[in-house]
């Protein structure tokens, strides 16, 4: 049986260098720069970064952004930060071609904005009103062979 290679937590990680929509390349390939697993920003850099990713078609690197604000950001603030991550793993997922494992996380996405709750200036500006549109409109396109440009898969996290 192969052993899978782990971080220093012991958890599963490749270091395979991967493509733009964050697939595993072969060994030795060149890949898009990856994000740091140990990554802490400040919300508005976090957004910043996430964003200037997303408007660079790299949704799945958007994603490790907000990934980590996530995992390493107040407990307050996990839903905003969940739900902006699975957002970007959905457009990854439509990159990919896989119609339904975007609806299931563009539908996460919707939900966790909708339900969080933010304490004043919680938001970091994330219009979340429009992503929660934005993510349902999508759903609402998605069919097996649904052909979305890669302009619409760039949402602005805040409002611009």
């Known amino acids: 049986m192969h052993d ?8 599963a990680r490749s270091a ?25 920003l400040p919300p508005d850099r976090t957004l910043g970064y996430a964003q200037e990713l997303l408007d660079d ?33 959905g457009l990854t997922h439509i990159q990919r ?3 339904k494992g975007a609806r299931t996380l563009l ?15 919680g938001d970091h500006g994330v219009d979340r009103p429009r992503l929660i549109e ?6 609402a396109r998605l069919e097996p062979d ?3 440009a890669p302009g619409e898969l760039r949402p602005a996290l805040r409002g611009r």
């Open 97 to 99: 071609g896989n119609a």
């Open 57 to 89: 078609g790299l949704a799945f690197n958007a994603h490790e952004v907000l990934e980590a604000a996530w995992k390493n950001g107040p407990f307050a603030e996990r839903q905003l930060w969940q739900g902006l991550a699975q957002l970007a793993v």
């Open 146 to 148: 649904a052909e979305i």
């Open 134 to 139: 934005y993510a349902r409109a999508l759903v």
């Open 16 to 40: 395979r260098p991967r493509d733009s929509f964050g697939r595993p390349l072969p060994p030795g390939s060149v890949g898009v720069p990856r994000i740091p697993d140990d990554l802490e």
């Open 107 to 121: 539908l996460r996405a919707a939900e966790r904005l909708e339900r969080y709750e933010p304490e004043p200036g």
């Open 4 to 11: 899978r290679e782990r971080d220093a937590e012991g958890r």
